[in-house]
């Protein structure tokens, strides 16, 4: 394990540092480099190429250890290279940490985490942002008792993804602007991707519940033309509009989409004014252990060595 603390005292003062030195090509097998982040604000922007396998990064906790960036679209990034942090080596843990992405809504695309990697777990942490927040570009990622804020398009990517005991906000967009928590981006019928929510709560950020506004929110979009996001055994509070989903742009992805609910609770749970789409379902038990931690990404095959607590199946 390696110490990162900037007041000198620790083995680096910089989380790149750190990474920078830690061992290539690490396997399972070896166990994880460790890199501890004790609490500070971190002005840096990070990445974990893909020869730093299996590396674990644990901080003293949410709002304690805190990653911090503020690239934009408007500033001149694209979206995908906006991101405060970005990991693409297999079986990446992070634990305890807050990363974060400042530009603001007024900068509209804005990546708190751009994630790529597969086998991938964050515990414990904190994803804020507006636009963008967290990219779940691609492969096996599972993500833990985290808080998600963002306003567009908040989650999103084509990953195969679940989340499971985490609380997403949506916090109050530009006037004008309506809030979608997912965009999934998946292009083919045959990909394996999607995003699922179990066991979440899905609420507004004080911001938005202190608004008094008319903002109105969905629970996703459909980025691309296979779309695949299910929300199950989740709260859903008052904000979600009864329609629950909101289209891309006219009925592009209308019928190819994938989007379906199970067994949800809370004022904006009822699915009986829900989108008439011909992909959107409210599915059963059967439908929705697909959409479960041992099935759709098979984490007990990789999460037991992250020391990281799931379940496997449905609640």
Same mark, same amino acid.
């Given at each position: 394990?390696?110490?990162?603390?900037?007041?000198?005292?620790?083995?680096?003062?910089?989380?790149?540092?750190?990474?920078?030195?830690?061992?290539?090509?690490?396997?399972?097998?070896?166990?994880?480099?460790?890199?501890?982040?004790?609490?500070?604000?971190?002005?840096?922007?990070?990445?974990?190429?893909?020869?730093?396998?299996?590396?674990?990064?644990?901080?003293?906790?949410?709002?304690?250890?805190?990653?911090?960036?503020?690239?934009?679209?408007?500033?001149?990034?694209?979206?995908?290279?906006?991101?405060?942090?970005?990991? @693409?080596? +297999?079986? #990446?843990?992070?634990?305890? !940490?807050?990363?974060?992405?400042? /530009?603001?809504?007024?900068?509209?695309? $804005?990546?708190?985490?751009?994630?790529?990697?597969?086998?991938?777990?964050?515990?414990?942490?904190?994803?804020?942002?507006?636009?963008?927040?967290?990219?779940?570009?691609?492969?096996?990622?599972?993500?833990?008792?985290?808080?998600?804020?963002?306003?567009?398009?908040?989650?999103?990517?084509?990953?195969?993804?679940?989340?499971?005991?985490?609380?997403?906000?949506?916090?109050?967009?530009?006037?004008?602007?309506?809030?979608?928590?997912?965009?999934?981006?998946?292009?083919?019928?045959?990909?394996?991707?999607?995003?699922?929510?179990?066991?979440?709560?899905?609420?507004?950020?004080?911001?938005?519940?202190?608004?008094?506004?008319?903002?109105?929110?969905?629970?996703?979009?459909?980025?691309?033309?296979?779309?695949?996001?299910? @929300?199950? +055994?989740? #709260?859903?509070?008052?904000? !979600?509009?009864?329609?629950?989903? /909101?289209?891309?742009?006219?009925?592009? $992805?209308?019928?190819?989409?994938?989007?379906?609910?199970?067994?949800?609770?809370?004022?904006?749970?009822?699915?009986?004014?829900?989108?008439?789409?011909?992909?959107?379902?409210?599915?059963?038990?059967?439908?929705?252990?697909?959409?479960?931690?041992?099935?759709?990404?098979?984490?007990?095959?990789?999460?037991?060595?992250?020391?990281?607590?799931?379940?496997?199946?449905?609640?």
């Amino acid at each position: 394990m390696v110490l990162v603390n900037p007041n000198g005292t620790g083995d680096f003062p910089t989380i790149s540092d750190a990474v920078n030195a830690a061992p290539n090509d690490t396997t399972s097998e070896n166990g994880y480099f460790v890199i501890y982040v004790v609490a500070g604000v971190y002005n840096e922007y990070v990445s974990i190429p893909k020869n730093k396998k299996y590396l674990m990064m644990i901080g003293d906790g949410i709002n304690q250890t805190i990653i911090t960036g503020n690239r934009s679209v408007v500033d001149g990034w694209t979206t995908f290279n906006s991101a405060t942090f970005v990991v @693409v080596a +297999q079986g #990446f843990v992070a634990v305890n !940490i807050t990363f974060q992405n400042t /530009a603001g809504a007024v900068k509209h695309q $804005a990546v708190a985490v751009r994630n790529g990697a597969d086998m991938s777990t964050f515990y414990n942490c904190s994803f804020e942002g507006y636009q963008d927040t967290l990219y779940t570009h691609s492969l096996r990622q599972f993500y833990r008792d985290c808080d998600i804020y963002g306003t567009i398009d908040y989650i999103f990517g084509n990953a195969a993804v679940v989340l499971q005991n985490c609380n997403i906000y949506s916090r109050l967009p530009l006037p004008g602007q309506y809030n979608t928590i997912t965009a999934q981006g998946r292009t083919d019928i045959n990909q394996n991707t999607g995003t699922s929510i179990q066991n979440c709560s899905i609420v507004a950020a004080a911001d938005l519940a202190t608004s008094n506004g008319t903002t109105k929110s969905y629970l996703g979009r459909p980025w691309k033309e296979y779309s695949r996001t299910i @929300v199950m +055994q989740s #709260f859903i509070d008052s904000l !979600i509009d009864p329609t629950g989903w /909101a289209p891309w742009s006219g009925d592009f $992805a209308l019928a190819t989409l994938y989007y379906a609910e199970y067994d949800n609770n809370g004022p904006g749970s009822n699915t009986s004014s829900r989108v008439t789409w011909p992909g959107y379902h409210v599915i059963n038990a059967t439908d929705a252990a697909n959409f479960t931690v041992t099935n759709f990404t098979q984490g007990d095959f990789w999460l037991n060595t992250t020391g990281v607590p799931y379940f496997s199946g449905l609640l």
